[in-house]
C-alpha cells in the first residue's frame, strides 16, 4: 500500500472512530456530518471523498476486498462453505482486537436504528452479489445459476441471524458468533447438534 493510501485509509478509520465516539455521546440522530467533520479536522466536503452519507460511516468498511483475496486463495478441495469460513476466520484474524470491537459496536448501532437497518438491508443484497460472483468463479458457473444465488443467499441469511443474536447478546463475540454460525452450516445445519453450549 501506497502513502497516499494509507494516508485515505487512516483518515476513514478517524472518521469511522470520532464518529461512533459522538453517536455513544449524543445519540445516532443528534449527531452531524458536520460534528464528526470537525472532530476529524476536515472540511464537510471533505467527508463526502470517504463515506456518501452519515449511514455509510457505519456500514462501510474495508473488510470485503480481503474476504475476496481470501476466498479465492483457498485449496480447490475444500467445500464452498469450509472455504468461505476459512476465508472470514482469516479475515477476523487480521484485524486488530480495537477493530473487531469496533465492528461488533457498528452492527449493534446498525441493529437499533431504523433508518440504519433499513440500509444494511440494500448492503446486503449487494454482499450477496459479491458472494454469488466470487462462488460462480469457483465453480466456473454462470453467475445467476440458481443453485450459486441459493449458496449466497443461504450465507448472507446466517450473517443476519448472527447481527439479531448479537444485538439481543451484547455479551456475545461477533466473531465467534460468526464462525459458530458457519460451522453450523459446514454440518449440514443439524439443529441441536451444539446442545445448550452459548457463544
Avoid: W
Wanted: charged share 30%; aromatic share 8%; glycine share 6%.
Amino acid at each position: 500500500m501506497g502513502l497516499r493510501e494509507k494516508k485515505k485509509l487512516k483518515t476513514r478509520r478517524t472518521l469511522q472512530q470520532q464518529g461512533m465516539r459522538l453517536f455513544r455521546e449524543q445519540g445516532y440522530d443528534a449527531t452531524t456530518i458536520e460534528q464528526i467533520a470537525e472532530a476529524s479536522e476536515i472540511s464537510p466536503s471533505t467527508f463526502f471523498r470517504y463515506f456518501p452519507t452519515k449511514e455509510a460511516l457505519v456500514l462501510e468498511d474495508d473488510d470485503d476486498e480481503l474476504l475476496i483475496e481470501s476466498f479465492m486463495k483457498q485449496p480447490a478441495d475444500k467445500s464452498l462453505i469450509q472455504a468461505f469460513r476459512a476465508a472470514v476466520k482469516e479475515g477476523f484474524a487480521e484485524m486488530t482486537r480495537e477493530e473487531q470491537e469496533s465492528l461488533g459496536e457498528r452492527v449493534a448501532l446498525m441493529m437499533s436504528v431504523p433508518e440504519l437497518r433499513a440500509a444494511s438491508l440494500i448492503q446486503m443484497n449487494e454482499t450477496l452479489l459479491m458472494i454469488a460472483r466470487l462462488v460462480a468463479d469457483r465453480l466456473d458457473r454462470p453467475r445467476d445459476d440458481f443453485e450459486v444465488m441459493m449458496f449466497a443467499g443461504s450465507v448472507m441469511g446466517a450473517m443476519m441471524a448472527v447481527q439479531l443474536y448479537c444485538s439481543e447478546h451484547p455479551e456475545a463475540d461477533f466473531t465467534a458468533v460468526v464462525d459458530q454460525a458457519l460451522a453450523l452450516y459446514e454440518a449440514g445445519l443439524p439443529l441441536g447438534a451444539l446442545g445448550s453450549r452459548q457463544v
